[in-house]
Structures are given as structure tokens and as C-alpha cells.
């Protein structure tokens, strides 16, 4: 599974962006997918999941301004982010797990990842 992310970019405080991933192939519903990032000099973090029940889960920081979905028909993930912060500066990766039953929020549970996009948010 190869997982390409785009929508990265440099805005600043206070504005919107939007991450796309697509997948190479289609994941069954019940494999999570999710967003990780990584600022420098930092361990990665989860961002947000999509769930293999459906439900999302979100890390810390995040919840109320980034919004988490999944186009199941386009093999796609989303990531909307609104209201960004400096803090919210890091590579943006996208992550998928083959196997049912976990959340994709923990580094060590994820199978494929992307490349990465980067977000920069000036002050």
C-alpha cells in the first residue's frame, strides 16, 4: 500500500488547511487510517484516527479545531484544520494499519506510511 499526501503548505495563525491521502488500494473499513506529525526534534505524534468501528479519535491539541474523515469510494483521507497554531508547525503524515481492531494512534501500531507534507503556521 503506497499512501501519498497532499494540501501542505505555509499560512498563517488563525487559517485553514486542508490534507488529502490517497491510497494505492482500497483498505477495508475496518482497517483504521489516521494522521501523525512530526515536528523537528520531536517525537512523532498522532493527530487524528479513523477508526475501524467508524469512530474518530483525536490527540491532544487538536480536538474542536481539526476534523478527521474518510471517503471509503475514493480511497481517501481528510484532515481539515482549521484555526491553525505555530504549534501546529510539522511534517503531516498519513498512516494505515492492515489489520482490524485498533486505532491508528499509536506510532507503533501503523503498517504503511506516507511520505509526509509539510505545514507551517507563522505567527
Known sequence: VQLVESGGGSVETGQSLNLSCESSRFLPTAYCMGWFR?????????VASV?????????????GRFTISRDYS???????MNNLKPED????????RDDAGVRC???RDINFWGRGTQVTVSS
Open 38 to 46: 512530526q515536528a523537528p526534534g520531536k517525537e512523532r505524534e498522532a
Open 51 to 63: 477508526n475501524g468501528d467508524n469512530s474518530v479519535s483525536y490527540g491532544e491539541g487538536v480536538e
Open 74 to 80: 475514493k480511497k481517501a483521507l481528510y484532515l481539515q
Open 89 to 96: 508547525t510539522a511534517t503531516y503524515y498519513c498512516a494505515a
Open 105 to 107: 494512534m499509536n506510532s
